[in-house]
């Protein structure tokens, strides 16, 4: 296991249109989150999952955003009709639960344009 | 008044200085306090993880704790060019559900 892998690396896209990225965590970890970072600024939390289900959402995360992590495995997130300030990189991480000694990996990102 | 305070820099030092690097928090029951490096176009990666107050060394870095005064530092010793990154201190919500961030203070090692 290599880690926790984001796909893609990079995407461009137009406004309006929907994008979706893949997250595959580190196999043996229970939760999975999503952060979204803009220049200048640290990583927002958006979600996470416990196995497969959905604990929390941050009120940053509109209608138009939607993930999932079917069988607890790999995660999606899902932006419909993209809009400029959707701009920014979408970091995932997974983990155990958080606490004393436990460490939550993060991947490279996705980095989101939209023009 | 955001959680997690941090000094978006830029911070421009000396190779072989000593830097220093802060954090102020307004949330008392924060107990895990974390570092993390970011270099440019990467992911988030730990460096120094404590647990309540109290100093914690790891080589040339040293992360310090006052639960009292709400205010956690890392300390580089001998900086290196390589050291030049964004670093990003982080707390876990009481709830241990997710890591709160702050801005990030951007680090540049001068050779």
């Known amino acids: 296991d290599t880690g926790v892998s984001q796909d893609p690396r990079h995407k461009i896209t137009k406004r309006g249109q929907n994008v979706t990225f893949r997250c595959d965590p580190i196999?043996?970890?229970?939760?999975l989150y999503w952060y979204r970072q803009t220049l200048g600024q640290g990583p927002e939390f958006l979600t996470y999952?416990?196995?497969?289900?959905?604990?929390?959402k941050s009120r940053l995360l509109s209608d138009r955003f939607s993930a999932e992590r079917p069988k607890g495995s790999f995660s999606t997130l899902e932006i419909q009709r993209t809009e400029q300030g959707d701009s920014a990189m979408y970091l995932c991480?997974?983990?155990?639960?958080?606490?004393?000694?436990?460490?939550?990996?993060f991947g490279q990102g996705t980095r989101l344009t939209v023009v | 008044q955001k959680e997690v305070e941090q000094d978006p820099g830029p911070l421009s030092v000396p190779e072989g200085a000593i830097v220093s690097l802060n954090c102020t928090y307004s949330?008392?029951?924060?107990?895990?306090f974390m570092w993390y490096r970011q270099y440019s176009r990467k992911g988030p990666e730990l460096l120094m993880y404590?647990?309540?107050?109290g100093n914690k060394e790891d080589g040339r870095f040293t992360a310090q704790v006052d639960k009292s005064s709400k205010y956690i530092s890392l300390f580089i010793r001998d900086s290196q060019p390589s050291d030049s990154a964004t670093y990003l201190c982080?707390?876990?919500?009481?709830?241990?559900?997710?890591?709160?961030f702050g801005k990030g203070t951007r680090l540049h090692i001068l050779p």
């Open positions: 991480a997974s983990s155990f639960r958080l606490g004393v000694n436990t460490e939550a990996f």
């Open positions: 196999s043996e970890h229970n939760r």
């Open positions: 999952f416990q196995n497969e289900a959905q604990l929390e």
């Open positions: 949330n008392s029951a924060f107990q895990y």
């Open positions: 404590t647990y309540s107050s």
């Open positions: 982080a707390m876990i919500d009481p709830g241990g559900d997710k890591i709160i």
